[in-house]
Nanobody, 122 residues
Framework: DVQLVESGGGSVQAGGSLTLSCAVS????????MAWFRQAPGKSRERAAA???????SYADSVKGRFTISFDDAEKILFLQMDGLKPEDSGTYYC?????????????????WGQGTQVTVS
């Protein structure tokens, strides 16, 4: 099984920056799409940013222009650079991946999730 381990969360003042990392447990990792989700207490989970295997990125309107998602294919690490942080960006951030099946087939769902890392903006 592929395991995802996030790091880089913490507390920061409004206007500050944080970089989240998500390390993939195996170098033999076949994927289609990876993403960062976030969830604030009492709110539904939101997909903040995503990147596909071709490098195409997408962002929620709420983070567009402030967050940047990237994937280091050699090290198998997913990053989320967060600049211009706002209090409403606070929450638990999860990385997720659509891991391809044994035959290389898509599952069309995020089937591997990290444990989450906390971000607090005051």
């Amino acid at each position: 099984d592929v395991q995802l381990v996030e790091s880089g969360g913490g507390s920061v003042q409004a206007g500050g920056s944080l970089t989240l990392s998500c390390a993939v447990s195996t170098l033999t990792f076949s994927w289609w799409d990876m993403a960062w989700f976030r969830q604030a207490p009492g709110k539904s989970r939101e997909r903040a940013a995503a990147i596909d295997r071709f490098g195409m990125t997408s962002y929620a309107d709420s983070v567009k222009g402030r967050f940047t998602i990237s994937f280091d294919d050699a090290e198998k690490i997913l990053f989320l650079q967060m600049d211009g942080l706002k209090p409403e960006d606070s929450g638990t951030y999860y990385c997720a991946a659509e891991v391809l099946g044994a035959s290389g087939s898509r599952t069309f769902q995020y089937n591997s999730w990290g444990q989450g890392t906390q971000v607090t903006v005051s």
